[in-house]
């Protein structure tokens, strides 16, 4: 089957950012197909791994949890389980380093571990200072999640603090690489510390370890340094930016090329590879065609098609996915592969195998968390139901979140949970009506390079510009710019002696223009 041949084809990366006044657009493609999607804002703190010096503000001994204060609008949760068993002693750590006692750092005395089935009234009190570090980011009306078992993450190694206990990534399978990793690191580490080796790790030596477990250790002797002289609530540790984290935790030998549209991100980007993969920075590209990057490389087509409700695979087959307050529900059907001159156990299992892979794609490149429950088409046989499970197995293999799966049921349901960690993304594909904007009621076509026009000399008019660009409907730009010499862009050149652009916007509405500056404002 078809799917046989996409498992054996080798995967080729490309990571494109999209850089907007407040705004980063990460887009990951495997073999030019849309994985994930994800977006940065200049102005959202609370980013997974922050780390903050909170103020107890309520203890709830009902759920056995605290509201902490760490300055976001809502208090944030702290459950008595995410204190980790050596919470006294980070309690330690904090009182010592607020205090400026620098045997927190070289001499601290571990306490005993915390009883996993005590309360939370007897580890905190109202107004207490706690270190915290977020583990879900502020999703609907919910404040951040935390947790008290801190870590700090590099690309190679994982930072454990108050743990003696060094672990190696269970998908590093040769035992002879895991035994030798845990041996390198158990001899590096300083006491009162351990460590997780990630994946990227088994073909690095000790040095390069050994300087990266340096780096992170001096992270944290700045926490500790900044403990002493900062208010609760306040940040002590970020996190780096969703895309730098993005690169540490994914760059692999899968990926050609980074493309980046943005001159100060692209040296940054360049900057941080050349540290962590040198081999890699030759593969981090400037974009600078007028045309927006996404357009260019066919990516707005991909989620104008892949964040709908109903989602189009192959052979005619689709899914349609559905968002609930609890969770979110995927339906699979066959549509026109109904036709087929198979019989239906067959039809229905590829179908249901094709829908595997969009399934876990979904997932991925909406973030979807939660209970997630999908009806597959109806199959009898074991076997059958067997193949499905596995194929979602293997196609969800490569997710970065934690999630488990279910054997399908009788009724071929299968129970997805997935780790939520940030709100899902939700790109709204649906378009206001080109003709009436909502309203029902539309005005004569002929008028709209009328509109423009008039809307043109009020902006050249209010505006000092050498050059406008005009981005408007593909249909739109091919009317402006039909003709060589006659075209109606060059009638508006020589009219109002200014240089004129038009370009094809793909995303917008046949209806929908908007007037740029060179350097990609848009003009009022």
């Not at 692209?266 to 920075?281: D, L, M, R, W």
């Not at 229905?348 to 997932?363: K, P, S, T, Y």
């Not at 209970?371 to 969800?396: L, N, P, Q, R, T």
């Not at 799966?405 to 299968?414: G, K, P, V, Y």
Request: net charge positive.
């Amino acid at each position: 089957m078809d799917a046989v041949d996409v498992e054996k084809e080798e995967v080729c990366s490309e990571l494109f950012l999209d850089v907007r006044s407040s705004e980063v657009n990460i887009a990951l493609l495997n073999n030019k197909r849309l994985v994930e999607l994800s977006t940065e804002y200049s102005n959202v703190d609370f980013s997974v791994g922050d780390i903050y010096l909170g103020r107890v503000n309520k203890l709830m001994p009902g759920l056995n949890a605290a509201f902490v204060d760490v300055g976001y609008r809502k208090d944030a949760f702290l459950h008595y389980l995410d204190l980790g068993t050596g919470f006294l002693t980070l309690k330690k750590f904090v009182r010592m380093a607020m205090t400026k006692n620098s045997n927190a750092l070289t001499n601290l005395k571990p306490e005993p571990d915390i009883d996993k089935h005590g309360k939370i009234s007897d580890m905190l009190k109202v107004g207490e200072y706690v270190l915290v570090q977020i583990a879900k980011e502020p999703i609907s009306s919910k404040g951040p999640r935390l947790t008290c078992e801190i870590s700090i993450a590099g690309r190679n190694l994982v930072l454990l603090p108050f743990s003696n206990k060094v672990s190696v990534s269970q998908k590093i399978k040769s035992s002879e690489t895991r035994k030798r990793l845990r041996g390198w690191i158990e001899g590096l580490v300083p006491k009162n510390f351990g460590a997780i080796v990630r994946t990227v790790a088994q073909d690095k030596n000790v040095v390069e370890l050994d300087k990266e477990l340096t780096s992170l250790l001096d992270k944290w002797k700045g926490l500790f340094e900044k403990l002493s002289t900062v208010q609760a609530p306040n940040i002590i540790l970020g996190e780096m930016d969703r895309t730098t984290a993005f690169l540490r935790d994914m760059l692999n030998s899968s990926f050609h090329q980074i493309v980046v549209n943005d001159i100060d991100l692209y040296n940054e980007v360049k900057k941080f590879i050349s540290e962590i993969a040198p081999e890699k920075s030759k593969i981090v590209k400037l974009y600078t065609d007028r045309t927006p990057i996404f357009d260019s490389y066919g990516i707005e087509k991909q989620i104008k098609t892949a964040f709908g409700r109903t989602v189009p695979m192959r052979s005619g087959a689709y899914i349609v996915i559905d968002h609930t307050e609890a969770g979110h529900v995927i339906d699979v059907n066959s549509g026109n592969r109904a036709n087929s001159k198979n019989d239906q156990e067959t039809n229905a299992l590829e179908v249901n195998l094709i829908a595997a892979e969009e399934i876990a794609r979904q997932l991925r490149l909406r973030d979807m968390g939660g209970i997630i429950v999908v009806d597959f088409i109806d199959v009898h046989g074991s076997e059958s139901k067997k193949a499905i499970y596995d194929k979602m197995k293997e196609c969800m293999a490569n997710d970065r979140a934690k999630y488990h799966l279910t054997q399908l049921s009788r009724f071929c349901l299968m129970e997805i949970t997935r780790q939520r960690v940030r709100p899902a993304t939700d790109m709204k594909t649906a378009e206001t009506c080109p003709c009436c904007n909502g309203t029902g009621k539309i005005q004569a076509s002929l008028n709209l390079t009328d509109e423009i026009e008039n809307q043109l000399k009020y902006i050249l008019r209010k505006n000092q510009v050498n050059k406008v660009v005009i981005r408007t409907h593909p249909f739109v730009e091919a009317y402006i710019n039909r003709g060589v010499f006659k075209s109606l862009r060059k009638q508006w050149q020589k009219q109002y002696k200014c240089k004129i652009e038009v370009l094809p916007m793909m995303a917008y509405s046949y209806m929908e223009y908007h007037f740029f500056n060179d350097l990609d404002d848009e003009l009022m």
